[in-house]
């Protein structure tokens, strides 16, 4: 057991609204618990093993969502700007965990919680205003049918009007509603909290919108040592090439990245380069729309791009965006041959409330159907308005749509497309090869919310060269390094992108200046190593076996054509039975280790 200490940090108690009576109250947490789980995910993780049973509907009143921060948001530390939501996924059956940057988690933290949990449900549309008096519910039925933009307008000017105050909103639009399985929950227009269905839960408990405001300031352990730290961070940051590379391109620059190693997915899985890669790139971005970094608060990247088209029949649309992923599931997979094309897909996206990786996924997978004969529906590859209607239909889960709102697996049954279904556990991979790259293999096949390349970005590893990326060999002991210091990252909840930047010495600094206590390496990572023991714990409480960690038949039974880059089922079952190992787990996958 750890020793209980008094912790900064944190407002030592969180907000549980029962959307079913329209009532709130707090619960405490004490200094042992957030000692041992850091807030974030780690708080949050244990609050969902506690109060959501076996067999739980996903989108019944007894799902539970959790809305976390960690005791560096609303600090001056670099990439904080973060919230999490955790619950169980209506995509996947298992363990939902979705980020999202911006303004609003500042917001989030300023009401005095770690956690807002919300269950129940109401069978009129509602929306709810927070702050540090508990929750105010407000008719949401003049919303229901908005999209998310205008949505987030209007909670913010009533609380304008109503309070005086500015606010942070969370916001679902009518694939929520619809009750689409991969509908998201955005804030500030562009920012997401993109995969796993997370606003289809909202939903399913007639949550249009929930809008935080309020004062209160999280208790920090050294406030000049945080000074400090903060400030030496921003003169690293000034001359770091990582830095230098995002604010320039942010994340589009992976199109080009990725084709040169042969694991930019295309035509739905079946290449590894994109012919029109140039068409879709950073340069592509920057050179035919007006560009601006775009960054969260208490970030210097600007990774984000504030993209305008310049020309076309989309002129003057302006999304933030696109991100690399968008790029590559509609670019990609999708065959779309123009950038302006994408922003407008997904700029739709946004608007409804869609995943892009997941609409884009099955857009292309619509594709490949009508192709080979499955579905009578008129869409073909490189078809832009044919993408955008399917996605009208899916977000309105209607006609083919409503087949794929319900999910890959659920469309590859009905549609007897299952050996060419890409997914793990529900949810489509990210634009990262595993044929090309095999440690994403083990990240996908290992991943506690599905095939995701952010529980551990081991892409990033080997597309450095830190490890090998053809060779499948020993990458579990890797894996395992750096899916524990990303763990820590959501503890805390801090933005990806500072992995280079925080190492664990840093990651150690930003502990003990925050929240008090003096971890050395191996106590951080024994914390997040519980953290993982804990998902996997839930997962296994709802279902999930030895056999969900895999990938499938389709890329484990073909070869990348351009390359021949291929990844066996032996090399995949190897590298997950080699993770149990070090995991310390069972042969089944089951932890062991006591929680700390």
Request: hydrophobic share 35%; net charge negative; aromatic share 8%.
């Amino acid at each position: 057991m750890t020793k209980a200490v008094l912790m900064d940090g944190f407002f030592k108690r969180g907000l549980v609204i029962d959307v079913t009576t329209q009532s709130s109250h707090t619960i405490a947490f004490d200094d042992a618990l957030l000692s041992r789980t850091l807030g974030g995910k780690g708080l949050a993780t244990q609050l969902l093993l506690d109060m959501i049973p076996a067999g739980t509907d996903p989108l019944s009143p007894e799902n539970v969502l959790i809305f976390a921060v960690g005791p560096i948001t609303g600090t001056s530390v670099w990439g904080s700007c973060r919230y999490g939501v955790f619950t169980k996924s209506p995509q996947t059956g298992c363990y939902c965990e979705s980020y999202s940057g911006g303004t609003t988690a500042e917001y989030i933290s300023a009401t005095g919680y770690d956690a807002v949990i919300i269950t129940g449900a109401t069978e009129r549309p509602i929306w709810i205003e927070i702050n540090e008096t508990g929750a105010t519910f407000h008719p949401a039925d003049n919303l229901w049918g908005k999209e998310t933009y205008a949505t987030e307008d209007h909670v913010k000017e009533a609380i304008q009007t109503l309070r005086g105050q500015t606010s942070g909103a969370v916001v679902i639009g009518p694939a929520g509603e619809a009750l689409n399985r991969f509908a998201v929950i955005e804030n500030d227009y562009w920012r997401s909290a993109g995969r796993t269905g997370v606003g289809a839960v909202l939903g399913s408990k007639h949550i249009k919108a929930l809008a935080f405001h309020g004062s209160a300031k999280r208790p920090i352990a050294d406030p000049a040592g945080l000074r400090a730290f903060t400030k030496s961070m921003a003169e690293i940051g000034k001359t770091d090439k990582g830095v230098a590379a995002y604010k320039k391109c942010g994340t589009s620059m992976l199109v080009d990245v990725m084709n040169e190693v042969g694991g930019f997915p295309t035509r739905y899985w079946q290449k590894g380069r994109c012919d029109h890669k140039d068409a879709i790139n950073a340069s592509a971005l920057h050179s035919r729309c007006d560009v601006k970094p775009r960054a969260c608060r208490k970030c210097y990247m600007a990774c984000g791009r504030l993209a305008t088209i310049k020309d076309g029949p989309h002129a003057g649309l302006t999304v933030e965006g696109p991100e690399y992923e968008t790029i590559y599931a509609f670019g990609g997979l999708c065959e779309i041959s123009s950038i302006e094309d994408i922003i407008y897909l997904n700029d739709l996206c946004d608007r409804l409330g869609m995943d892009t990786i997941t609409a884009g996924n099955l857009v292309a997978f619509a594709m490949e159907a009508k192709l080979r004969g499955r579905i009578d529906y008129p869409i073909s590859y490189g078809d832009t308005e044919a993408a955008a209607a399917l996605l009208r239909d899916m977000a309105a889960c209607q006609g083919i749509g409503l087949i794929l709102s319900r999910g890959i697996r659920h469309a590859a049954s009905v549609w007897g497309l299952e050996d060419v279904a890409v997914h793990v556990k529900g949810l489509e991979p990210p634009g990262y090869d595993p044929r090309a790259l095999k440690g994403m293999g083990l990240a996908y096949a290992s991943s506690d919310r599905g095939a995701c390349h952010l529980r551990a970005t081991f892409y990033k590893p080997e597309l450095m060269g830190i490890s090998d990326p053809r060779s499948s060999d020993d990458k579990a002991g890797e894996f395992k390094t750096w899916e524990d210091r990303l763990t820590y990252f959501d503890m805390l909840i801090v933005c990806r992108f500072y992995r280079d930047l925080y190492q664990w010495e840093s990651l150690a600094a930003i502990t003990r200046v925050t929240t008090g206590l003096d971890l050395t390496e191996a106590e951080m990572i024994a914390r997040a190593s519980a953290v993982t023991d804990d998902t996997r714990q839930f997962n296994l409480k709802h279902g999930i076996t030895r056999e969900d960690d895999t990938l499938p038949v389709f890329l484990t039974d073909h070869a990348l054509p351009e390359t021949g880059y291929s990844i066996s089922r032996t090399e995949v079952e190897n590298m997950v039975n080699d993770y149990y190992h070090v995991r310390g787990w069972t042969e089944a996958g089951e932890p062991q280790q006591a929680s700390l």
